[in-house]
């Protein structure tokens, strides 16, 4: 499945060949700490090498052991501190003692990607899985909760006091796709939260913001979304996962799907001083899709 592609081409504009370059050469972050959650994952892993080629510590959190990520990053970064730590975001015990061995290890906490997540299945509602919907919802809410928790209270207890959050929401939050009822409404708790977060955690000076990807590629990302949205069988999508890549580019604005990196731009820039009155928000990167 994850070696077909799906190409679409026509798009109106393309993505710039090195995202990361776009913008002036940066040390944001240089000499601040961050945890990322699902860091040996697409996003988590891009955020963690960003983060460490602007200066910062980075801590990967994540249910499979993150060694690989960690040396990736360190090749990349020679002289980066990285942390690699494997924890379930559903465990609260674990979730705290992942974040105060953090906190022990590099003595404040900046930053956090607050971003593992889980898409589940692909059925229409009256076929759904029960047990998929408690596991999307136990990861994508309950884990992005036991995270934002034993985070904000290390950064509220920290002197100074303060951080910065993003949260991973998507773009199913916002459009009610078809055959992710346990995945939409997740998100949609994930960018609610976000919201009462900010207000919650304002007095701290801690900001907390999401970004709502949609559609990224390539790779396995992608054909997946593509794949299971055809297998799924419904009135919304072709039989024909080629028909399908075409119906959802053709839905977007610029006629193409996003990178990883187009993604982790706006990451970064809410998680800077760029970004210091932004709080509460959400970046819907979605190549226009609204
Ligand atoms: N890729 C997309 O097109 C897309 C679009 C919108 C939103 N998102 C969201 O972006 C985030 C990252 O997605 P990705 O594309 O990098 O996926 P990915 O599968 O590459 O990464 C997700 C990571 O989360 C980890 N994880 C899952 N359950 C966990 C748990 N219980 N505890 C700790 N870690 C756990 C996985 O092991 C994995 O490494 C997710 O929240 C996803 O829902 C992705």
Redesign the pocket.
């Known amino acids: 499945m994850g070696d077909r592609e799906y190409i679409i081409t026509g798009g109106y504009c393309h993505p710039p060949s090195d995202p990361a370059s776009s913008t002036h050469a940066r040390s944001r972050f240089k000499g601040k700490s961050i945890i990322v ?2 860091g ?5 892993k891009a955020c963690a090498l960003r983060m460490a080629s602007e200066g910062a510590k980075v801590a990967l ?4 052991d993150p060694s690989k990520a960690k040396e990736e990053i360190q090749a990349s970064n020679p002289g980066c501190t990285v942390l690699g730590v494997q ?4 465990k609260n015990d674990e979730v705290e003692r992942a974040v105060a061995s953090v906190k022990e290890a590099f003595g404040r906490v900046d930053y956090l990607f607050n ?5 589940g299945a692909f059925r229409p509602l009256p076929d759904y899985p029960p047990d998929d919907f408690r596991r999307v919802l136990d ?2 809410v309950s ?1 992005v909760f036991h995270v934002l928790r034993a985070v904000s209270n290390v950064m509220k207890s920290q002197e100074p006091q303060g951080g910065s959050i993003v949260q ?1 929401a ?3 939050a916002h459009s009610g796709p078809p055959n992710m009822v346990a995945y939409g409404s997740s ?1 949609a708790a994930v960018h609610h939260m976000t919201r009462i977060a900010a207000k919650d955690l304002a007095p701290h000076d801690i900001r907390v913001n999401s970004v709502s ?4 590629g390539p790779g396995f ?1 992608w054909t997946r ?1 593509v794949e299971l949205q055809a297998e799924a069988g419904s009135i919304h999508y072709d039989k024909d996962p080629k028909v399908v890549a075409q119906q959802m580019i053709g839905s977007t604005p610029l006629r193409r799907y996003g990178s990883v990196d187009e993604v982790i731009g706006p990451v970064t820039f809410l998680l800077s001083d760029d970004a210091s009155y932004l709080t509460g928000i959400d970046i819907q990167v979605t190549g226009g899709m609204n």
Do not use: E, H, R, W
């Open positions: 959650t699902g040996a994952g697409n996003f988590g959190f994540d249910l499979v924890c379930d975001v559903t971003n593992a997540g889980y898409q990861i994508n884990g991973t998507s773009m199913a998100k990807p949609a559609f990224t990302m979304q």
